[in-house]
């Protein structure tokens, strides 16, 4: 049996592209909201296709998808990552519909390659298989 596992949302509002200013307004922007809203987060740093750049990491509820997902199309990200109490993870695409099922997680304290998520309270890495 598999161990049972806090789900959770992994987004960013950071933008390919745009001044690092820019980026920097779009951090406090989601920071100061997720406070705003009483919604808890983490901080993370995640790479997608070889672009590193700093993550949230908060609940899964249907409440905090819902915003994750609004927050997402409004940064005009490509997708933001959602991993279930199985450990199972998958991305939600959010410039076209799909989702894309990523496996189970694997945490380690040695950085892997490709993609992944640093949580930066644990020191760990989070990627799936």
């Excluded at 922007?29 to 750049?53: I, N, W």
């Excluded at 959010?94 to 099922?101: C, D, S, T």
């Amino acid at each position: 049996m598999r161990s049972r596992y806090n789900p959770i949302i992994i987004l960013t509002p950071q933008q390919s592209g745009v001044p690092q200013a820019t980026n920097s307004k779009n951090h406090l922007v989601l920071s100061t909201a997720f406070k705003a809203a009483g919604v808890k987060f983490r901080h993370c740093t995640g790479v997608y296709k070889g672009e590193k750049e700093p993550s949230y990491m908060i609940e899964l509820t249907d409440e905090n998808l819902e915003v994750a997902l609004k927050i997402g199309r409004e940064f005009s990200q490509e997708s933001i990552l959602v991993m279930d109490e199985d450990g199972k993870g998958e991305l939600r695409y959010l410039r076209k519909e799909g989702i894309k099922k990523l496996g189970f997680l694997k945490l380690t304290k040695s950085k892997p390659e490709g993609d992944y998520t640093f949580v930066n309270d644990t020191n760990e890495y989070i990627t799936f298989s």
